[in-house]
């Protein structure tokens, strides 16, 4: 079956089995490392991607209900050599562990925060909505210290909604 999506702005049409899993597809078909296999069950986010806005296990999601969708993965948040605010947020203080959980946790606080950012007005999300965001991603490595400070400090380094 041709099964066609966007992934990074890219598109493709892969001719897969419709229950292969989205995260075999970008693996093995697309060469797209990123998303990791952790728990293979949904239950840690290390396979987590953006499907149509919405953070997604691709462990659980046949590639069949992707098809015409748009897809983000790790690869896909910076552009170049260019980190985003979060990446380099991360790096600089220490959010990144051991890298299985990370791409996962990176994309969940993306799109917390692309959610944050269309609300007009949105004062910054405090600890408990960073907290809440991140519930799907298990890190093994951490007390999880490091990855809310590396959020923290995206969040004053990401520019303010602006109110209406």
């Known amino acids: 079956m041709k099964i066609q999506f966007t992934v990074n702005k890219k ?3 892969l001719d897969v089995s419709p229950m292969t899993r989205l995260l075999d597809a970008l693996r093995n078909n697309l060469g797209l490392t990123g998303a990791k296999e952790g728990c293979g069950e949904g239950e840690c986010g290390a ?3 953006i499907v149509d806005g919405e953070v997604v296990n691709s462990c659980l999601i046949p590639v069949c209900q992707v098809q015409k969708s ?14 985003t605010v979060l990446q380099e947020s991360f790096t600089r203080f220490g959010g990144a562990q051991c890298g299985i959980c990370t791409p996962g946790i990176l994309l969940a606080t993306q799109n917390f925060l ?4 269309k609300k007009k007005g ?23 210290t490091k990855i809310f400070l590396s959020v923290k400090k995206a969040l004053r380094n990401t520019p303010r909604p602006e109110r209406n």
């Open 11 to 13: 598109k493709y049409s």
């Open 47 to 49: 396979c987590s991607v």
């Open 70 to 83: 748009t897809i983000k993965t790790v690869e896909g948040l910076s552009s170049g050599e260019n980190l």
């Open 114 to 117: 692309d959610l944050w950012k």
């Open 122 to 144: 949105g004062k910054v999300p405090g600890e408990a909505e960073i907290r809440e965001a991140l519930a799907g991603n298990l890190c093994r490595c951490t007390g999880y």
